[in-house]
């Protein structure tokens, strides 16, 4: 290779490698992007209009359908586009990007089947939302909304059968109305307890 040609594969060089450099240096997080500046009720109201919009497939597919809730960098909010679960789960993908961090969590309880206790979160929901340390949403099939506080943890119903989209199918069970707080060891011995029949 001549001299000429060599200086130039040189120059190429660091010309690549200063954009590497610059791109990473571009892509850094720095504390800014990890403060959340949007409110608790915005995060809520935003998870509900995404369960809203998800519950009829949720009922038509007999699946579970999750996301997560994150904050730009601009202080807006978005959501990760939804992932199909199977009957009675969902794993939630994680995701790292520059600017965006992560607020909350979301998903639906598929249709309506007197196998499960859809109609409140489940053991899972509160274990997996106090893992990851965000708060999770989750739609019923009845249309109830309830919120998993991750620091409990602990399951607040926002609202009751019919504020969110019903599944048809839905067949309520008087004697088996959820409460409107469970704790992890009040919804343990919910879900590990006999039950009234319906």
């Known amino acids: 290779m001549s001299p000429r040609a060599t200086h130039f594969a040189f120059i190429l060089i660091a010309l690549v490698w200063a954009g590497i450099v610059a791109r990473a240096y571009l892509a850094r997080k720095d504390a800014s992007d990890f403060v959340i500046t949007v409110s608790q009720g915005e995060v809520q109201e935003f998870a509900r209009d995404q369960l809203i919009a998800l519950q009829a497939a949720s009922f038509a597919g007999d699946i579970e359908l999750c996301g997560i809730v994150f904050e730009r960098s601009d202080g807006t909010l978005g959501a990760s586009p939804p992932r199909e679960g199977d009957e009675a789960s969902c794993g939630i993908a994680y995701f790292d990007e520059p600017g965006m961090r992560p607020v909350a969590s979301f998903h639906t309880h598929g249709s309506f089947n007197r196998r499960y206790d859809s109609e409140v979160p489940s053991i899972l929901d509160l274990q997996s939302d106090a893992a990851s340390g965000m708060d999770g949403y989750v739609a019923t099939p009845g249309g109830r909304f309830w919120r998993v506080d991750a620091t409990g943890p602990t399951a607040i119903l926002i609202c009751g059968a019919g504020c969110l989209p019903q599944d048809p199918n839905y067949v309520p069970c008087p004697a088996d109305a ?11 011995a919910r879900q590990t307890g006999s039950g009234p029949a319906c």
Request: glycine share 0%; proline share 9%; aromatic share 18%.
């Open 178 to 188: 959820p409460q409107q707080r469970y704790t992890y060891a009040a919804l343990v």
